[in-house]
């Protein structure tokens, strides 16, 4: 969630469009660049996100993940959401298909993603503009959810 000027918007795609109708906008080029942006974008939510999910809600990370998620919830209902959580968040990710991959292919296929941002990115410090733009807004925050939680580390 992002305040932009004094309306909440809660997913990525929206960010763009709030923030463009701002007369401070930069998120977006005014170029041809601003399709590469999106689409960036859009590839981060459809791809990476999937990446972290399937990673956080294995057998193995799906306790931790949960307490993490549910660490502020004291409520009985609360309680109860740790008992169902791993398994209806790893059927999501089983549905749509990254789930049923070991997690050992996971890590491998999650760096070569990672590899082709590298690439993608190149020595320039943004992606497609020469300031951060909704693209790379989008890859720090999946970067950011793989990070921060019970998600395996790659060995090296």
Same mark, same amino acid.
């Given at each position: 969630m992002?305040e932009?000027?004094?309306?909440?918007v809660?997913d990525?795609p929206?960010?763009?469009?709030?923030?463009r109708s701002?007369?401070?906008s930069?998120?977006?080029s %005014?170029?041809? /660049? #601003?399709g !590469?942006?999106?689409?960036?974008? @859009?590839?981060s939510?459809?791809?990476?996100?999937?990446? =972290?999910?399937?990673?956080r809600w294995?057998?193995?990370?799906?306790?931790?993940t949960?307490?993490?998620?549910f660490?502020?919830?004291? %409520?009985?209902c /609360? #309680?109860? !959401?740790?008992c169902?959580?791993p @398994?209806r968040?790893?059927a999501m990710?089983?549905?749509? =298909?990254?789930?049923?991959?070991p997690?050992?292919?996971?890590l491998?296929?999650l760096?070569?993603r990672?590899d082709?941002l590298?690439v993608?990115?190149?020595d320039r410090p943004?992606f497609?503009?020469?300031?951060p733009?909704?693209?790379?807004?989008a890859?720090?925050?999946?970067?950011h959810m793989l990070?921060?939680?019970?998600?395996?580390?790659?060995?090296?």
């Amino acid at each position: 969630m992002i305040e932009i000027d004094g309306v909440r918007v809660y997913d990525s795609p929206s960010f763009a469009s709030g923030y463009r109708s701002s007369p401070r906008s930069t998120l977006l080029s %005014s170029d041809i /660049g #601003r399709g !590469r942006q999106r689409q960036l974008e @859009d590839w981060s939510d459809e791809s990476l996100y999937w990446y =972290g999910m399937a990673l956080r809600w294995t057998a193995k990370n799906s306790p931790a993940t949960a307490a993490q998620i549910f660490a502020a919830v004291r %409520s009985a209902c /609360g #309680r109860s !959401r740790i008992c169902w959580a791993p @398994d209806r968040s790893r059927a999501m990710t089983r549905a749509q =298909g990254l789930g049923r991959l070991p997690a050992d292919v996971l890590l491998r296929e999650l760096g070569h993603r990672l590899d082709d941002l590298a690439v993608l990115l190149g020595d320039r410090p943004f992606f497609y503009s020469e300031q951060p733009s909704v693209a790379d807004l989008a890859i720090y925050g999946q970067l950011h959810m793989l990070r921060s939680g019970p998600t395996p580390k790659p060995r090296h």
